[in-house]
């Protein structure tokens, strides 16, 4: 369409999930920017293939521009995306699960 | 006992867990004492009931020494521990579960 207002009313189509991350992405890369870790909760975001990988690229997007970082935890349930020269460890104490 | 070597003889009869947990709880202490934020799954750990409520009460202490925090997410799968003047935000962004 040639203007923003048209493609989100032809967003209505889809569904609940898809709405909501479209959404929530926006506070998500607001609270980054704000300096702020988030821990996303991705569990029914996947179910939908195309936008989880959408909001997954745009997360890693911000975490690379912001130079934070971002990582999978829980089985990939969870999220975790860091702010501005916050680095996460990828070592685990203990015996891990 | 009258000396804590004769108290770690005498705990290698408890199960792993126990065992793992009260060797990894310093590491974790070390870690926020370094400012450094600490996600830990304690999903096993649950399984003892006592040796959870003692780790728990440590981090606990250790979160308020420091003037940091702990939160417990996943649905209290993991907790979250943060070091000196790192508050942790209750607010959810989006549906939550």
Known sequence: AED???DLVRSRG???VYKRQL????????EVYN??????????LKLD?????R????LKDV?????GDIIGIGDQRYVVITPTSVKISREKIG???
Not at 23 to 30: A, L, V, Y
Not at 38 to 44: A, G, L, P, S
């Open 23 to 30: 959404k929530d992405t926006p506070r998500i890369k607001d």
């Open 4 to 6: 923003g207002i048209r």
């Open 49 to 53: 293939k195309i936008t989880f990988e």
């Open 14 to 16: 889809l569904g609940d």
């Open 55 to 58: 909001v997954m690229k745009d």
């Open 35 to 44: 300096n702020n870790i988030v821990i996303i909760d991705i569990q029914k």
């Open 63 to 67: 975490a690379r521009d912001v130079n």
């Open 95 to 97: 015996g891990g699960n």
